[in-house]
């Protein structure tokens, strides 16, 4: 998430012997519950396997008990057809459970994965039971806190789960439990430990041969620091699969979305984009003029020279600032220059016309406010960026427009800005931001992949846990207009593969970044993306 976090995820599983022997299938005479092992996943016979796989999203945002359209028997044929042999199935709660009626669980919920259990079955596919949308709140956009902040969904969340595990504790083709998807914990990563402790210990009182699959949170509202352990909550049990999603970079896989506010977010591979991993925040130009209030016409300001001394500062970015504007701010035709040691003009690091939210989005502390494009006004033409209605610190920034600043070189962010009905206490500029990160700078190739993986590769080993990477996906604008949506999942696979890191990749079917496209009918081959189901049914063989 991550700003409009709206992920799309899930996984099917391909079991296969660390190198893609010895393929373990529920229908191939193997009837035992496979388990964690070291970082390992084995089977009965202590042969290592491999989770691929995509995901059955369910069409859970829907609020839909039964999501009938969402797939059939023929799907699980289709998956088989694919070589993958595992099912990352999203639950909505109120599959089972009315708030009407807690505690007393729907018989038509039950009917549904009993039906599913058998189709799987049949084609030799494991089913991985995700708590997509728990009591509480849908968790990847943020606005999931009564799961953390009301004890009795807590209560009624760990029910379930228990019942969950009651029902189907000696049904070997669900392999495991994922307890909560993408959480977002209000506080501290403890809140969450303490829950997936207490959600597991109720599971195990009735099922001791389930795997649990223990999701990272994508972010912690508080913000701290991320521990030793990458933010996975490690609790106290011997069958636990620890999970992490990947959509990096994100403008690049999230891109052209109404519902992301990204714009244009560019090709892959592209050696001309800078990207980078484990990132933060650091200072900024914040002694650059700033916007008179009440209403102004088109004016044209230039930023102070910012000179880089301190080693720490790795990228910049523009970022158009409306704090506590009340009215509107409008900016245009913003340029970023540089400066030798000497102060001499040495390029145009950036320069842009504000006609369209390409890269933009727009972020406040407490929520307010608004930015975008406008067509209604402009300084040379009729576009702008806007900011309106803020009432604390906010900011559109562009992080696909990011540059390398030199030691010693200086940096000045110039452009035009206009207000109406703008705040007397407003705090309205241009800016240069600056982000820190210990991690190398990368260009977007693979490499940079790489980066983003190795580390959950790395903490598997040392640890000795097993690690899957329950979400990957790039949205359909990336296979569209020769953006290397298929190069990237490409890579993404070998690399998954090469850090002996289990896979799902979001999602089978929906409109945004499915296998099948479409929502509200079963899917139809002939609305597809079929070189991507290619790629699969080739690299899964």
């Known amino acids: 998430m991550r700003g409009l976090l709206l992920v799309f995820v899930a996984g099917l599983f391909f079991f296969t012997a660390c190198k893609k022997n010895n393929t373990s299938r529920p229908d ?26 995509v995901a059955f999203g369910n069409e859970v945002w829907s609020n839909k008990e039964v999501p009938a359209t969402h797939h059939n028997e023929a799907d699980y044929q289709r998956l088989k057809d694919m070589h993958m042999n595992a099912v990352r199935f999203y639950l909505n709660y109120k ?21 599913n259990v058998a189709w799987a079955k049949k084609y030799g596919v494991f089913l991985i039971l995700n708590m997509h949308y728990p009591q509480g709140g849908y968790q990847s956009a943020g606005t999931g806190d009564a799961l953390w902040n009301v004890v009795e969904n807590q209560n009624r969340l760990t029910a379930l789960w228990a019942a969950i595990a009651k029902r189907y504790k000696d049904e070997p083709t669900i392999i495991g439990f994922g307890l909560v998807n993408e959480p977002i914990p209000v506080s501290s990563l403890q809140q969450w430990k303490d829950l997936a402790q207490r959600i597991t210990t ?29 933010n996975f909550p490690m609790i106290n049990d011997d069958n636990v699969v620890y999970e992490f999603h990947d959509y990096d970079p994100h403008p690049y896989t999230h891109q052209l979305f ?37 209403t102004t016409n088109w004016t044209h300001f230039e930023g102070e020279k910012y000179k880089i001394t301190d080693p720490k500062i ?33 390029r145009t690091v950036i320069a842009m016309n504000l006609n369209n939210n390409n890269g933009w989005s727009y972020w406040s502390i407490d929520g307010s406010g608004g930015g975008a494009v406008t ?33 010693g070189y200086s940096y000045q962010i110039n452009g035009y800005m206009k207000g109406e009905n703008v705040a007397a206490d407003s705090y309205c500029m241009l800016r240069i931001d600056f982000i820190t990160t210990d991690a190398p700078i990368l260009r977007r190739n ?19 846990v097993p ?22 999942v490409n890579d993404m696979i070998d690399l998954l593969e090469e850090y002996n890191l289990h896979f799902t990749y979001h999602s089978y079917h929906e409109s945004s970044f499915g296998l099948y496209w479409g929502d509200g009918s079963l899917p139809d081959p002939s609305n597809a993306n079929q070189p991507l189901i290619d790629l699969f049914t080739d690299k899964l063989h």
């Open 467 to 488: 690690v899957y990477c329950g979400e990957f996906g790039a949205g359909v604008y990336c296979f569209m207009n020769d953006k290397g949506g298929i190069q990237w």
């Open 95 to 115: 599959t089972f459970e009315s708030d009407n009626n807690p505690y007393s669980y729907k018989q038509t919920g039950w009917d549904w994965i009993d039906q």
């Open 28 to 53: 191939d005479g193997n009837n035992s519950f496979v388990h964690a092992e070291g970082n390992l996943i084995k089977n009965e016979n202590g042969n290592a396997i491999t989770l691929r796989g």
């Open 258 to 294: 109404d519902w992301t506010g990204l714009g244009d977010g560019g090709k892959y591979p592209d050696e001309s984009i800078f990207s980078y991993t484990n990132g933060s925040w650091y200072t900024a130009t914040f002694n650059n003029p700033k916007l008179a209030a009440g």
């Open 375 to 407: 067509n209604n006004t402009g300084n040379s033409d009729n576009s702008s960026i806007f900011i309106s209605g803020s009432t604390g610190d906010c900011n559109v920034s562009n992080y696909t427009r990011l540059f390398i600043p030199e030691q």
């Open 446 to 464: 693979k490499e940079y992949l790489r980066a983003g993986i190795k580390k959950f590769g790395d903490f598997s080993a040392e640890k000795n």
């Open 314 to 346: 790795k990228v910049g970015l523009p970022a158009l600032v409306g704090a506590n504007v009340q009215g509107t701010v409008f900016f245009d035709d913003i340029e970023i220059k540089e400066f030798d040691e000497n102060g001499n003009f040495t």
């Open 202 to 230: 109720e599971i195990r009182k009735e099922d001791k041969n389930h795997i649990v699959f223990l999701e990272r949170p994508i972010y912690i509202k508080s913000n701290p620091p991320e521990d030793a352990n990458l």
